[in-house]
C-alpha cells in the first residue's frame, strides 16, 4: 500500500466502523444516555499550567508507520503507570484497525486514575461526538484536514454543549489558518506529522506556533523523543506535550516519563 492512500484507507474503515456502531446504538439513544452521566473533568484546566509544559501521555498498541509498539499492551496497567508519575492529562487511541484501540478503555481506565482523557480519532460525524462523551471522553480530538470549516464549527458546539473540550490539530498553515478563523478554539494542537505520507517533520512546530495567538492553549504532537526536545518546545512556550509511542516502547515507562519530562 502506498503511503500516501494510508490516510483514505483509514478514513474509509472508520465510515464502516460508524455504520456499524449506529446500527448497535443509535444516535438518538445515546442522545438519550450522555444526559445522566457524571460531568467531565475539565481537560483545559488540567494542561494550562503557568510556566510548566504539561504531558498528555498516550496509550497507543500500534500506529500505521510503526506497527505494533508494545507488544505486552495493557492499558489499565499503562494508565496507572502514567497516573503514578502524575501526568497531567491522557490521551487514548481509540481507532480500531489501524491502531488496534478501542473506545471501551476511555471509561475502564477512568475508574483507574483521577485525571482527564482525550479520545484519539478519526472523528468525522457528529455521531461520534456523542459516542464520545458516552464512553468517558474529557476530550476530542479533531483534526482540521479531515473536517470543513462548518463541520468543526458543528462539532465543536456539539462537544460545548456536552461539557468537553476539543483539541483542534493543524499541520499546516492552511489549516491553522481555517482554525484561527473560528471562535470558541482555545486549545489547537500542532501535528509534526503529515498524516498523509506520516513523514514527522519538527519544523512544523518552529513554522506554525508564531502565528498562534498567545491566548490558546498549544499542544504539541509527533516525534517528541528526549528531554531536548520537550525543553525547546518549553522554552518555545509551548503549554503541552502530546506523547506516545516513546513511552509505549519503554520496557519501564514510569522512568521514561521522568527522563523526558524532566521531573
Not at 502506498?2 to 444516535?27: G, N, T, V, Y
Not at 500500534?62 to 499492551?73: V, Y
Amino acid at each position: 500500500m502506498a503511503k500516501s492512500d494510508i490516510l483514505k484507507e483509514i478514513i474509509l474503515k472508520k465510515k464502516e466502523r460508524i455504520a456499524l456502531a449506529k446500527q448497535a446504538l443509535s444516535e438518538e439513544e445515546l442522545k438519550i444516555k450522555v444526559q445522566s452521566l457524571n460531568p467531565v473533568r475539565p481537560f483545559i484546566e488540567a494542561i494550562n499550567k503557568p510556566r510548566q509544559i504539561s504531558l498528555i501521555a498516550e496509550i497507543k498498541k500500534a500506529s500505521p508507520s510503526e506497527g505494533i509498539i508494545r507488544q505486552d499492551f495493557n492499558h489499565s496497567e499503562i494508565a496507572t503507570a502514567y497516573e503514578g508519575v502524575g501526568v497531567q492529562a491522557l490521551s487514548v487511541l481509540t481507532e480500531e484497525d489501524y491502531f488496534l484501540g478501542n473506545i471501551a478503555y476511555i471509561n475502564e481506565i477512568k475508574n483507574l486514575i483521577t485525571a482527564p482523557v482525550l479520545r484519539k480519532d478519526f472523528i468525522l460525524e457528529p455521531y461520534q461526538v456523542y459516542e464520545s462523551r458516552f464512553y468517558g471522553a474529557d476530550a476530542i480530538l479533531l483534526i482540521a484536514g479531515l473536517l470543513t470549516q462548518d463541520e468543526l464549527v458543528q462539532f465543536i458546539a456539539i462537544a460545548a454543549d456536552l461539557g468537553m473540550d476539543c483539541l483542534v490539530e493543524v499541520h499546516n498553515e492552511k489549516e491553522l489558518k481555517k482554525v484561527l478563523k473560528l471562535k470558541n478554539v482555545p486549545l489547537i494542537g500542532i501535528n509534526n506529522r503529515d498524516l498523509h505520507t506520516l513523514e514527522v517533520d519538527f519544523k512544523t512546530t518552529e513554522k506554525l506556533f508564531t502565528l498562534i495567538p498567545k491566548d490558546k492553549v498549544v499542544v504539541v504532537e509527533s516525534g517528541i523523543k528526549t528531554y531536548q526536545d520537550v525543553l525547546f518546545l518549553k522554552i518555545l512556550g509551548v503549554n503541552a506535550v502530546l506523547i506516545g509511542t516513546a513511552f509505549m516502547r519503554a520496557e519501564n515507562i514510569t522512568q521514561k516519563v521522568e527522563e523526558l519530562m524532566g521531573w
